[in-house]
């Protein structure tokens, strides 16, 4: 009887792949135009607001001896002192009431007509939504003299309601736009979900629209918020005395109040913007994702 050796499988090894040839690497060439380009944007961006801060914290004395890109030697506030103690505080106080309601308002107002125009189906209410889209057509410049009249009519001229009104009408359109657009976004599953339990509009609009529909809100918070802030048409015409002016207004009058003290106009050009510039650093993911709401449809 004769024995059998069982043969063992033969291992195959894998041939060695050859190595790429310096033809086929991809190599990452370096865009300096562009990054040339980029860096040149950032100095324009950068260099008025470096003057704008330096100046600010320069005594009027050493403005016109010294260069104006070179920081003080002696850094004083007096500038900011003397705008302070001009008034300031009033129409910062002006600004911000104007400012708070009317973004207050506008959002309340815009959120409430984006929710029906996104969930009826009536014919109503898209004509409705063509009508606010209508008044992104219509330029501040066109109804001002209109504005002045009605608002002498009904006894707001020269008030701080007599800004915000107008300003709301104008803030509308485009705030009801971005919510339309964001408010599309939420899957209607979660809608028809939320209707066979029993939820109500309101419960639906506090516990599944408002949590979703954050970025959009912040954004139009933002964008309001700055159109407002920064307003200056309205204010201008539509108010005359002193204790209703508001920021734009009181910089205009500073210009001419401290046209040989540029230190002291440009720290009132400081103090006006630093609560939108917080406002954005708080917000500015919100405000990109708000505004991008439905571009790529």
Do not use: C
Not at 142 to 166: E, H, K, S
Not at 214 to 228: F, K
Not at 238 to 247: D, F, I, K, Y
Request: net charge positive; hydrophobic share 50%; glycine share 6%.
């Amino acid at each position: 009887m004769s024995t059998h050796t069982p043969t063992r499988p033969r291992t195959r090894t894998a041939a060695p792949q050859p190595a790429p040839s310096p033809k086929r690497r991809s190599h990452q060439r370096r865009n300096y135009i562009g990054g040339l380009a980029g860096w040149i944007w950032l100095a324009i961006i950068i260099v008025p607001v470096y003057y704008i801060l330096i100046t600010s914290i320069t005594a009027q004395g050493q403005y016109y001896t010294r260069n104006p890109l070179l920081p003080p030697t002696d850094p004083t506030f007096e500038a900011f002192g003397l705008v302070v103690g001009s008034g300031f505080g009033r129409y910062f106080v002006n600004s911000i009431i104007v400012t708070l309601t009317t973004v207050v308002i506008t959002v309340a107002v815009s959120l409430l007509a984006a929710y029906v125009i996104v969930r009826s189906r009536k014919k109503f209410v898209k004509a409705t939504y063509s009508l606010f889209l209508l008044g992104l057509a219509i330029p501040l410049q066109a109804t001002i003299i209109p504005l002045f009249f009605m608002l002498g009519r009904v006894g707001l001229y020269d008030t701080l309601a007599g800004i915000i009104l107008p300003s709301i009408a104008f803030a509308i359109p485009v705030t009801v736009l971005i919510l339309v657009n964001f408010i599309r976004d939420i899957p209607g599953e979660l809608f028809e979900s939320m209707r066979m339990d029993g939820a109500t509009h309101g419960t639906i609009l506090r516990q599944l629209v408002l949590p979703l529909a954050r970025p959009a809100i912040a954004s139009v918070l933002i964008y309001d918020a700055l159109n407002v802030w920064n307003g200056f048409l309205l204010p201008l015409v539509l108010t005359q005395s002193e204790e209703n002016r508001v920021l734009p207004l009181a910089l205009w009058n500073f210009q001419g109040q401290f046209s040989v003290n540029v230190p002291a106009t440009l720290a009132a050009v400081v103090l006006s913007a630093l609560p939108i510039l917080v406002l954005y650093l708080v917000a500015r993911r919100q405000l990109v994702s708000g505004l991008t709401a439905g571009a790529g449809k």
